[in-house]
Each structure stands twice: as structure tokens, then as C-alpha cells.
């Protein structure tokens, strides 16, 4: 990983499963549909001042959304937050930064 760079793809954990949990209702909200799927598939993250998490989330059978979400640093709560997102993905797109 180079500095400020993004990590290889990783498989989604619980943690990053609990992660887009918090900003489910934020996602549906932003692109306007609910989603019948809400499951976290592979991820990248980049440390900040905190961390960026850039996360394929599956949202029906064969429809996939990219997420941006923050994670502040501890001293600063912790918090999570909905950044952007990128519809329209597949299951083979690459998770890129953006």
C-alpha cells in the first residue's frame, strides 16, 4: 500500500458487515430505492484522518453498489458517516477509490 493509498480488495468482515449497516437507511435514502439485499462483499480501506472504507455491497441478486464510508478516530468518537456511492455496479467491477 503506498502512503494515503488504498489497501488490496479484502473479503467483508462482520465489521465491515456492522459498518454499512449504520448507513443503510443514508444509501436507500440518496439513490431513492429501498434495497431487497444489504450485504457487504469485499472492501478497501485508506487510512485518514480516520479511515475511508470503499465497500462492494450487494443490494439485489445480481446488483451491486460501491460506498464510501468514514470512520472517525477514536478520540473523535468513533463515528461513522455515508460519504458517496457509485450505482450500477456488477460483481466483477473493481473497487476503485473515488
Given at each position: 500500500?503506498?502512503?494515503?493509498?488504498?489497501?488490496?480488495t479484502?473479503?467483508?468482515?462482520?465489521?465491515?458487515?456492522?459498518?454499512?449497516?449504520?448507513?443503510?437507511?443514508?444509501?436507500?435514502?440518496?439513490?431513492?430505492?429501498?434495497?431487497?439485499?444489504?450485504?457487504?462483499?469485499?472492501?478497501?480501506?485508506?487510512?485518514?484522518?480516520?479511515?475511508?472504507?470503499?465497500?462492494?455491497?450487494?443490494?439485489?441478486?445480481?446488483?451491486?453498489?460501491?460506498?464510501?464510508?468514514?470512520?472517525?478516530?477514536?478520540h473523535?468518537?468513533?463515528?461513522?458517516?455515508?460519504?458517496?456511492?457509485?450505482?450500477?455496479?456488477?460483481?466483477?467491477?473493481?473497487?476503485?477509490?473515488?
Amino acid at each position: 500500500m503506498l502512503c494515503g493509498g488504498t489497501t488490496e480488495t479484502k473479503e467483508a468482515t462482520e465489521e465491515i458487515q456492522a459498518l454499512v449497516e449504520k448507513v443503510h437507511a443514508d444509501l436507500e435514502a440518496k439513490d431513492g430505492n429501498s434495497f431487497p439485499h444489504f450485504k457487504a462483499v469485499a472492501y478497501k480501506s485508506q487510512i485518514v484522518n480516520g479511515t475511508n472504507y470503499f465497500v462492494k455491497i450487494q443490494v439485489d441478486d445480481d446488483k451491486f453498489i460501491h460506498a464510501r464510508i468514514h470512520q472517525a478516530l477514536p478520540h473523535a468518537g468513533s463515528t461513522v458517516s455515508f460519504h458517496s456511492y457509485q450505482p450500477s455496479k456488477s460483481r466483477e467491477d473493481a473497487i476503485e477509490y473515488f
